[in-house]
């Protein structure tokens, strides 16, 4: 974990928040790496989910909604953690993860659990009042089931149909930590999959696990450190009938990664009667009405950058000199090509005017389709070393031959082969081997 925080810090990918005033306990920014890595796993996700298919919408809700919403989804009344305090120095623990000994103090006595609403709160306008009250949106899910009916008559879906948000969602966590796994700023890929009851969920469960292990696989998740956990009816949410966890075996343990639930018709039976709409769907076709029940299978964004970062780290000893000895440790970032931030480095072998002219033209030429870095200064096999740190595919390197030949030599991150590619061909070259 200690590398993967090291590289992600060095390397721009994630760094604490709020730096120069010490920070603010848990907060993360995602500097210029993991802007792009975060947002090609957003386009993966969207891709796969929306995009390429046809029974899915997508939503962009408000994060602050009518505070009656998490009245209705029962938000203000049971999204609680059990929460104890250390008796000496009042420092405050999630129940299950009390110390023996509180590490702030040493005190080993802790008050009886009480439970703690993990909602966060704030006021709209300038009065601090009750009648002000809101909330941010603890998940995204809820608008989803909210804007059910104008989704179903501004569009032409028929149950079965999803709806697919990303976005923030916030938690008072009592104990965020963990690096980036338990924030209190987060976000989420969530789909809420509307079926008809008699249609048989189970169906629609197993199709949605399957899909779930596919997406492991896209976003270059390690599967043998995947577990999918059955949650026993004492432990899942009262609402959902069958709950699997996805679990990854993190540096820290094993820890939930994301979640599917089959969530009933919950929340779309709360709406209606919170809001005395009816939240009924009336099929187009066999005239039948009925409230759907739901599938949800859930996305933290966050999580997924952790896990992928963890599972795409992999270290190589260099050995070199007479006596074979392990110089340097080499790190490459085997991430998938689809959500690799950089895709290829363009790196002329030297300064002069002949090399960076051509480089400077491909740079323009490529940057129409892809993120690049440009490197000039260092040795070849640093500057290769850097780009394999940061889990670029491809680099280009720009030599004295460039010039008469009007090519360039690719080089493959993962197999180290080299490809000698015309200049008029590289984006043909790029478009067929990125496939993105
Ligand atoms: N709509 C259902 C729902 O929100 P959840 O299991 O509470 O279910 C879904 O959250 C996903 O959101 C989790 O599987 C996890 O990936 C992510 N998540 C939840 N709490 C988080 C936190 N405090 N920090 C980072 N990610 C979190």
Not at 88 to 107: A, S
Not at 270 to 275: C, I, L, R, T
Request: negative net charge.
């Amino acid at each position: 974990m200690d590398k993967v925080i090291s590289l992600s810090k060095r390397r721009g990918f994630i760094f604490p928040g709020s730096e120069i005033y010490g920070g603010l306990a848990n907060s993360w920014d995602y500097g210029p790496l993991g802007v792009e890595l975060k947002n090609n796993i957003k386009k993966l996700w969207w891709k796969m989910f929306v995009q390429e298919r046809f029974d899915m919408v997508g939503l962009d809700a408000a994060l602050l909604m009518n505070p009656k919403v998490w009245e209705a989804s029962t938000h203000l009344t049971t999204f609680n953690d059990p929460l104890v305090e250390c008796k000496k120095c009042h420092t405050r623990y999630r129940e299950d993860q009390k110390p023996d000994e509180c590490p702030v103090c040493g005190g080993t006595v802790f008050t009886e659990a009480k439970q703690f609403n993990l909602m966060l709160k704030t006021f709209l306008g300038p009065a601090e009042e009750k009648a002000n009250i809101a909330y941010l949106r603890p998940e995204t899910a809820q608008a989803m089931f909210v804007d059910f009916k104008q989704i179903v008559e501004s569009s032409s879906m028929r149950v079965p149909f999803g709806v697919a948000q990303i976005g923030k969602a916030f938690r008072n966590e009592i104990t965020p930590g963990n690096f980036i796994f338990r924030l209190r700023e987060f976000e989420q890929m969530e789909i809420e999959y509307f079926i008809n009851p008699s249609d048989g969920w189970e169906k629609h469960f197993d199709i949605w696990l399957d899909q779930m292990r596919i997406w492991l696989d896209r976003v270059g998740i390690d599967r043998k450190k995947i577990h999918e956990v059955e949650i026993s009816e004492e432990d899942r949410a009262f609402y959902s009938k069958r709950t699997i966890d996805i679990e990854f075996d993190y540096p820290f343990g094993q820890k939930e990664l994301y979640g599917l639930a089959y969530r009933t018709d919950f929340d779309l039976s709360n709406h209606e009667k919170m809001s005395g709409k009816n939240m009924k769907y009336r099929d187009p076709i066999t005239n039948e009405e009925y409230l759907p029940h739901v599938i949800e299978p859930t996305w933290g964004v966050d999580r997924t950058v952790l896990a992928v970062l963890l599972s795409c780290y992999t270290e190589t000893e260099a050995r070199s000199g007479k006596d074979d000895a392990v110089h340097e440790t080499e790190v490459t970032l085997r991430l998938p090509k689809e959500i690799a931030p950089i895709k290829i480095a363009i790196l002329p072998l030297s300064k002069k005017e002949e090399l960076t002219g051509p480089a400077i033209e491909i740079r323009s030429m490529l940057s129409k389709h892809w993120m690049l870095e440009y490197h000039t200064s260092g040795s070849i096999g640093k500057r290769y070393r850097r780009q394999d740190e940061i889990g670029t595919p491809y680099c280009i390197t720009v030599d004295f031959e460039t010039a008469n030949d009007k090519s360039v030599t690719v080089r493959d991150r993962d197999t180290m082969k080299q490809d000698r590619v015309k200049i008029s061909e590289l984006v043909n070259y790029f478009k067929e081997n990125l496939n993105c």
